[in-house]
T-cell receptor, first 113, second 112 residues
Framework: GQQLNQSPQSMFIQEGEDVSMNCTSS?????WLWYKQDPGEGPVLLIA?????ELTSNGRLTAQFGITRKDSFLNISASIPSDVGIYFC?????????????FGKGTHLIIQP | ETGVTQSPTHLIKTRGQQVTLRCSSQ?????VSWYQQALGQGPQFIFQ???????GRGNFPPRFSGLQFPNYSSELNVNALELDDSALYLC???????????FGPGTRLTVL
């Protein structure tokens, strides 16, 4: 099935560093979402974006919905050990629609103490 | 915690068998979706149920079927299991106010 192009695939950083990851698509989405998944758990919603150009923050996390509606990025400032995990972007075509979410393959964040 | 629960947590089946997975959605969420997540991949959309009817489906064969009940809980049934069906199966309920999907912890299915 279709998947979004998410990069980087993995990141090895030092605690305290800032992190940036992004997601691109050949299709337009009306909603972009960022999830974090820990081993053996389901994805947990971090940030939801509903309008092109929208910039939204949630604590140390900031995400933006690209103007073209074909991309999004997620930044994490001053990383801490509990930020370790896999981050997924997801796009949804239509509000309230029955199309489901299209996910990227994930960015695996590893923090070295 | 999202309020979405799934059972069982883990399951082992053999090829050709049938399996039923269960999901209880968050209170007030009347739309439930199911996703399959293979190891190292992002979740893939299987189908969605709204008011007890399937109203959206991804690229999965008919042997993947489901039900939604009046209390909005849901089941995913998979017939004639294949080795490639081994995956984490995730249920998500959709908030009617924000249209955002919240995931349960998943059921890990292993097909031998």
């Amino acid at each position: 099935g279709q998947q979004l192009n998410q990069s980087p695939q993995s990141m090895f950083i030092q605690e305290g560093e800032d992190v940036s990851m992004n997601c691109t698509s050949s299709s337009i989405f009306n909603t972009w979402l960022w999830y974090k998944q820990d081993p053996g758990e389901g994805p947990v919603l971090l940030i939801a974006l509903y309008k092109a150009g929208e910039l939204t923050s949630n604590g140390r996390l900031t995400a933006q919905f690209g103007i073209t509606r074909k991309d999004s990025f997620l930044n994490i400032s001053a990383s801490i050990p509990s930020d370790v995990g896999i981050y997924f972007c997801a796009g949804q075509l239509s509000g309230g629609g029955a199309d489901g979410l299209t996910f990227g393959k994930g960015t695996h964040l590893i923090i070295q103490p | 915690e999202t309020g979405v629960t799934q059972s069982p947590t883990h399951l082992i089946k053999t090829r050709g068998q049938q399996v039923t997975l269960r999901c209880s959605s968050q209170s007030g969420h009347n739309t439930v979706s199911w996703y399959q997540q293979a190891l190292g991949q992002g979740p893939q959309f299987i189908f969605q149920y709204y008011r007890e009817e399937e109203n959206g489906r991804g690229n999965f064969p008919p042997r993947f079927s489901g039900l939604q009940f009046p209390n909005y809980s849901s089941e995913l049934n998979v017939n004639a299991l294949e080795l490639d069906d081994s995956a984490l199966y995730l249920c998500a309920s959709r908030s009617p106010s924000t249209d955002t999907q919240y995931f349960g912890p998943g059921t890990r299915l292993t097909v031998l």
